[in-house]
Nanobody
Framework: QVQLMESGGGLVQAGGSLRLSCAASGSIGTITAMGWYWQAPGKQRELVARITRGGQTNYADSVKGRFTISRDNAKNTVYLQMNSLKPEDTGVYYC???????????????WGQGTQVTVSS
C-alpha cells in the first residue's frame, strides 16, 4: 500500500510563510500528479495547487502569486511553499497523489490525513 506522510503545518502570523511537504512511500507505481487540497471548517475540500510529473501546474485563483508547488520525482515528494499567508488560508491541507500501477491506464487517488494550517491576524 502507498502511504502519504505530510508535514509542515502549524501556526503562523499573517504575512508569514510555511512550507508543506508530502512524501509518498510503499507500493508506488508511477505518480502522475501530486497536489494539495484545502478544507476550511464547515466547507468542502477544494484544490489549492497541483503539479504533474512533467511539471505542469495548476493553482487556485486565491493563492496565485503567493503559493508555489514543486516536486521531487525521485523522492516521490511534493512541496507547497506558502508565502504572504492570510487568515482566510486557515484550514486543513490534504496531500493528494495520483498513482498509476504498471500496465494500468487509470490512476488511483491517494489522500493524506491532512495537516492543520492556522494563520492569525
Amino acid at each position: 500500500q502507498v502511504q502519504l506522510m505530510e508535514s509542515g503545518g502549524g501556526l503562523v502570523q499573517a504575512g508569514g510563510s510555511l512550507r508543506l511537504s508530502c512524501a509518498a512511500s510503499g507500493s508506488i507505481g508511477t505518480i502522475t500528479a501530486m497536489g494539495w487540497y484545502w478544507q476550511a471548517p464547515g466547507k468542502q475540500r477544494e484544490l489549492v495547487a497541483r503539479i504533474t510529473r512533467g511539471g505542469q501546474t495548476n493553482y487556485a485563483d486565491s493563492v496565485k502569486g503567493r503559493f508555489t508547488i514543486s516536486r521531487d520525482n525521485a523522492k516521490n515528494t511534493v512541496y507547497l511553499q506558502m508565502n504572504s499567508l492570510k487568515p482566510e488560508d486557515t484550514g486543513v491541507y490534504y496531500c493528494h497523489v495520483k498513482d498509476r500501477a504498471p500496465a494500468d491506464i487509470v490512476d488511483y487517488d491517494l489522500w493524506g490525513q491532512g495537516t492543520q494550517v492556522t494563520v492569525s491576524s
